[in-house]
């Protein structure tokens, strides 16, 4: 077995470590820098799924492993705020290639116009300045960050599947093993782990030896909905790039939408419950076809176990039974008449692969028809919403990952091991979590000093 010692492990190579590498370095911690990742260098990363078997079943997912993480193939929007974290993510990502942004005044005259629309048609809408740079600059970024980081002497340990995290003696060990099964163990003082939010289901067995409290939170589950991209200017005027639009049904269910990509596509990706979806968008090339998830919170009625996240990764399970590589799609036609008529018709999807299905069953109950009502809705603001070929995809499982034990947002209780990003259960998106890995290293340097 291979061991190698170093000042700071880096635990995956999402924007929340990699942030914190940046930070690193600039802050003059850089005399012995690992940052360890199950995927590969983002010069590497391609999805190998073919249009007609689907998913390929890799080891590790390229759309959402590797040097960028989840965030490389991305939508590209960003969350702007006036926090000063935030501030300093943004100067270290304008430093790679992220262009500027002086469009806030336009963006919230629009988001204000947007919400007398949207409160008219019964809908609320909870928006935040969203920049949106489009997967191809975040591409671009990411590449010019594994770059600099590689330069600057950090090492990358690629294709290395950490299986088990140990502390003795003041020390971690990071054990991985490679794609021909050997094993591999890396050493330091000092830990981030910014596994992402995919590595919630394995992360008991990874610190089974640190054990720590988690609280499990509600998931939101759910479809991908895609429609003319006119509709969706009709409400955002094209300005607006990430707007939460929600819904009280009938019911008494709140529905949202999430990760709006207008004029992009749909994308799956691989997760260790299954394949999921989500959504991006070139700047250069536009699909004329936009989507956004359609979320339910899962409640208290919703729940037949015990834990929240097992009911959200049992979504995932049965849309995975009926296909495991491919996810599942039906026309809104179909869907609102139950039934699988158009399964043989041309679809207007921008899914690269999928299986066609009745999603009625698939969705936990009175979902289908809470989701039949909010398109509805919006048809009232557009008919293009309710066109008959509009599709809907699945699953879509949100806002899952268990908050984790630490306090200000990264620290755990075992002295130089921090948790950055999604896999804290307090971040959810690019920003957030790059936010994260700053904190973590604030508090790496004031304690070096
Ligand atoms: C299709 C899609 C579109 C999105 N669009 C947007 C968007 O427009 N705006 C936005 O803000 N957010 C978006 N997100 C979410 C965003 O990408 C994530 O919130 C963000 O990347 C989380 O960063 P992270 O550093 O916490 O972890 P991640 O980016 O998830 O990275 C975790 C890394 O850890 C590695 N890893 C995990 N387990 C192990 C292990 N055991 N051993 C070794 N390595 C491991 C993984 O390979 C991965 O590279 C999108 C996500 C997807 C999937």
Redesign the pocket.
Known sequence: MHTRDYEILL???????LMAGLELLDQGQHRSLAI????ESAFARHCKASHVNGCRHCT?CD????F????M???????RSDDEYAARAFAYLERFGLPSFDDAPAYMSRLKRMRKLLESHRFSLSGYISQHVGTDTIIEVTRNIETHLRSAGVAFLFA????SVTWEKGVYQVR?VDRGGRSFTYQAERLLV??????AS?FAE?FSELPMQRVSVMPSVGVRFEFPTSALRKITGGVVKDPQIALKTRTGATLTTF?TCEAGQV?P?RTPAGIQL???SSTREGTGRSNFAILRRIDQNDRQEDDPFAFGQAFVSRVHAINPSMPLLQTLGDFLDNGVKDRFEKHDTTLPYYDYTNLNSLLPTGLASEIAEFVDRLGQIDSNFTHRANILSAPVLEYSVPMLEVTDFVISRYPGLYF????TGY?????S?AIMGLLAVDHVCRNSS
């Open positions: 635990l995956g190579a999402g924007p929340a470590n360890i990742d199950q995927g590790a759309v959402v492993n590797g960028g993480g989840a965030g193939f991305s939508d590209g929007k960003l969350h290395r599947r950490a299986v991985c910014g596994t992402g939010k995919a590595s394995v990874l990760c994308v990706f989500g959504g991006q950055v990003g999604d896999i971040a959810s998106g690019i920003i979590s």
